[in-house]
């Protein structure tokens, strides 16, 4: 049961561009929400995070949006840079447990 | 400053080989550990998680064990692999003052089963 999703395994945008990144939970039960950034043949780095508490969360040319209602985040990057080329990952925690749910990952490609 | 080591970065083993996979955790005490397994063109699939020595919770049922005979080390073992145990295999280490919040990872061993 795939408590996180992204329903975008791939994304491509000009250098400079924004980029957006999606992802959706299922469990109300989550309070706290993260972003990851992994390269190939590396293990995932943490990028942004946010609380259900709020609504935005921003650092440097990430930002991320929670919609509780829609049960929705998105990350958005903006310049995109080629280097910013990775897989995203998001997940989720519950306010009582250990465990991360990690969606399926987007592929992003900025293209220079 | 808090690293987590995982090794062999690399392994090439045979169908029925025994696995051992080991990670281990510096500057932190009594770290939630985790394994995860991302198979090709796949997420991240946790396998196993300890909130402490001898504490291990399976989520995945498969031919894969878990042990952590000591706070900072977490060992990921298998009997006799299968083809399909092929994968990106990587440890994680979070911790536990209060609820978890964030993840760390280690570099990942890649796993190729013949």
Same mark, same amino acid.
């Given at each position: 049961? *795939?408590? !996180?999703? *992204?329903?975008?395994?791939?994304?491509?945008?000009?250098?400079? @561009?924004?980029?957006?990144?999606?992802?959706? &939970?299922?469990?109300?039960?989550?309070? $706290?929400?993260?972003? &990851?950034?992994? &390269?190939?043949?590396?293990?995932?780095?943490?990028?942004?995070?946010?609380?259900?508490?709020?609504?935005?969360?921003?650092?440097? @040319?990430?930002?991320?949006? #929670?919609?509780?209602?829609?049960?929705? #985040?998105? #990350?958005?990057? !903006?310049?995109?840079?080629?280097?910013?080329?990775? !897989? $995203?990952?998001?997940?989720?925690?519950?306010?009582?447990?250990?465990?991360? $749910?990690?969606?399926?990952?987007?592929? #992003?490609?900025?293209?220079? | 400053?808090?690293?987590?080591?995982? +090794?062999? /970065?690399?392994?090439?083993?045979?169908?029925?080989?025994?696995?051992?996979?080991?990670?281990?955790?510096?500057?932190?005490?009594?770290?939630?550990?985790?394994?995860?397994?991302? /198979? /090709?063109?796949?997420?991240?699939?946790? =396998?196993?998680?300890?909130?402490?020595?001898?504490?291990?919770?399976?989520?995945?049922?498969?031919?894969?064990? /878990?042990?952590?005979?000591? %706070?900072?080390?977490?060992?990921?073992?298998?009997?006799? =692999?299968?083809?399909? %145990?092929?994968?990106?295999?990587?440890?994680? +280490?979070?911790?536990?003052?209060?609820?978890?919040?964030?993840?760390?990872?280690?570099?990942?061993?890649? =796993?190729?089963? =013949?």
């Amino acid at each position: 049961d *795939q408590q !996180v999703k *992204q329903n975008s395994p791939s994304l491509s945008v000009q250098e400079g @561009r924004i980029s957006i990144l999606n992802c959706d &939970y299922t469990n109300s039960m989550f309070d $706290y929400f993260l972003w &990851y950034k992994k &390269y190939p043949a590396e293990g995932p780095t943490f990028l942004i995070s946010i609380s259900s508490i709020k609504d935005k969360n921003e650092d440097g @040319r990430f930002t991320v949006f #929670l919609n509780k209602s829609a049960k929705h #985040l998105s #990350l958005h990057i !903006v310049p995109s840079q080629p280097g910013d080329s990775a !897989v $995203y990952f998001c997940a989720a925690i519950t306010n009582t447990g250990n465990q991360f $749910y990690f969606g399926t990952g987007t592929s #992003l490609t900025v293209i220079p | 400053s808090q690293t987590i080591h995982q +090794w062999p /970065a690399t392994l090439v083993q045979p169908v029925g080989s025994p696995l051992s996979l080991e990670c281990t955790v510096e500057g932190t005490s009594n770290p939630n550990l985790y394994w995860y397994r991302q /198979a /090709a063109g796949r997420g991240l699939q946790l =396998l196993f998680y300890s909130v402490g020595i001898g504490q291990i919770s399976s989520e995945v049922p498969q031919n894969l064990s /878990a042990s952590r005979p000591q %706070d900072r080390q977490f060992i990921l073992s298998s009997k006799k =692999l299968l083809l399909s %145990d092929s994968g990106f295999y990587l440890c994680a +280490w979070s911790g536990t003052s209060g609820r978890a919040d964030t993840q760390y990872f280690g570099p990942g061993t890649r =796993l190729t089963v =013949l």
